[in-house]
């Protein structure tokens, strides 16, 4: 038994971390292609963010692992295979559920991450990518690598959810936490200002939580912030490329460039 659980858990893990590097890896080149030079100097950061984000993958890995093996040998959680053991439209229905329970709980404890202490115990960590790049997608502190590790495990038990709901809840989860990070917007500008963009988070919302950081906190729904005040629209790319640690380190910003949080801009 307890082989079996160690087996499952290091499987996941595998899993998460392989998932990481093709997905981080194909949109680091995708950049290279779209904006040749963005991560240009950024190697010892990138380096940093791979370190962290392979630490996530055992943190996401471990919890995944063991729910995965309660439900093969015990029959753990709500994950149903007969597709027609709930009507169809609950099928995406679980889906956007899953998505606003997890925008929900992320928009929360990231607000609550950026109080003094917990931003400098770990959310610091993720912040240290300045300007983030596509491999920053997991680049978390194992504190809050943990917050987000729980939420997929969680879920499986309270929400009805059929594999292929669950493939598409985990392909939202990666593809935009990738492209969030990854320094430039692959979805239309008539997407992202238009109504659609008013409610939904793309990399040029994520930008500007980066770039002043006591900002749009959401995670996919720009619903949390619209209703707490704490959204301040949209950053852009085509400004000035935000100043790596070391250019603000040499430029005076020498509390930001070690991590600490800037007093609150604008
Ligand atoms: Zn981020
Ligand atoms: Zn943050």
């Not at 904006?35 to 950061?45: C, I, R, T």
């Amino acid at each position: 038994m307890l082989l079996g659980l160690f087996l499952s858990a290091l499987a996941m893990t595998l899993i998460v971390a392989v998932r990481y590097l093709i997905v981080s890896g194909g949109f680091a080149l995708a950049t290279r292609a779209h904006a040749p030079g963005l991560y240009a100097g950024q190697d010892v950061q990138i380096r940093s963010e791979l370190f962290w984000s392979l630490v996530s993958a055992a943190i996401y890995g471990v919890p995944a692992g063991i729910v995965a093996w309660g439900w093969r040998e015990h029959g753990w959680t709500q994950v149903y295979t007969d597709l027609h053991a709930y009507p169809l439209w609950w099928l995406p229905v679980s889906i956007l559920l899953c998505l606003v329970a997890h925008d929900a709980w992320f928009y929360w404890t990231h607000r609550w991450m950026h109080r003094p202490k917990p931003f400098k115990l770990a959310h610091a960590v993720h912040h240290a990518s300045r300007p983030p790049t596509a491999w920053a997608a997991m680049s978390f502190h194992p504190i809050e690598a943990l917050t987000g590790a729980v939420v997929i495990p969680t879920l499986v038990f309270v929400i009805p959810l059929h594999p292929i709901a669950l493939g598409v809840v985990l392909s939202v989860m990666t593809l935009m936490g990738v492209t969030n990070h990854m320094g430039w917007e692959m979805f239309p500008r008539r997407l992202v200002n238009g109504p659609a963009g008013r409610w939904l988070i793309t990399a040029s919302h994520h930008e500007r939580h980066h770039a002043q950081y006591r900002c749009n906190y959401g995670l996919y729904f720009r619903f949390w912030d619209r209703l707490c005040g704490t959204d301040r629209g949209l950053g852009d790319f085509t400004a000035k490329p935000a100043k790596s640690a070391k250019a603000r380190a040499a430029a005076g910003d020498a509390g930001v460039a070690a991590g600490g949080e800037p007093s609150r801009a604008g």
